[in-house]
């Protein structure tokens, strides 16, 4: 029997490697995929799309923020994605949770407990550090807003992440191969899903719940 793939992205090689020797030693073999960026993750989702977990650094090339978390979720909902990073905060380890995340490992954790919460994760837990206090600091209005990025498509989510970088219509075009008009269009739509009226809007609520810096009105 082929062994199930987990795909573990980093852009520091040394932890992925923690992360392999960690993987390596849960009882049933796996075969680890590895990634630098959230375009490599993606590469490699598109060629195995039955991965069995994706383990997602917060912060590496090509995922701001949790904009990689909403895209690969909004992609392929029926891979976990599991949040590695380095912020251990109990607000950041909610809102990924929020965000659809079914768990979150500090980078601090020990290779032991590294392999609990991928273990729980693959038998369909949801898993957090137990020394979190993860209802300290809820926010509806923030659990309302990562509802609704969730209610974003793929692409969605990435003419909302270039909106957050401050790119015109034009330039998301081009960044996506698309035309103008298709990009208009997306837009219209990611602001309507969002609840508000504007391009500053929505940044100001990417900003919000740590998704981009709030940056000034765009044109069209």
Known sequence: MTPETIIVADDHPLFRDALRQAIEGLETLRKVEMAGDLTQVEALLRRDGD????????????????????????????????????????????????????????KSSTGETIREAIGRVLEGELWAPPDIDLDSDLDGEERDLAARLRSLTPQQHRVLSMLGEGLLNKQIAHELGVSEATVK????????????????????????????????????
């Open 51 to 106: 991965a069995e977990l994706v383990l997602l650094d917060l912060n590496m090339p090509g995922n701001n923020g949790f904009a990689g978390l909403l895209v690969l979720r909004s992609a392929y909902p029926g891979i976990p994605v599991v949040i590695v990073s380095a912020t251990e905060d109990a607000a950041t380890v909610r809102r990924a949770l929020d965000l659809g995340a079914s768990g979150y490992i500090p």
């Open 185 to 220: 269009a997306h837009v219209s739509a990611v602001l309507l899903k969002l609840g508000v009226d504007s391009r500053t809007q929505a940044v100001i609520a990417m900003a919000r719940i740590g998704l981009a810096s709030p940056a000034s009105d765009s044109a069209s």
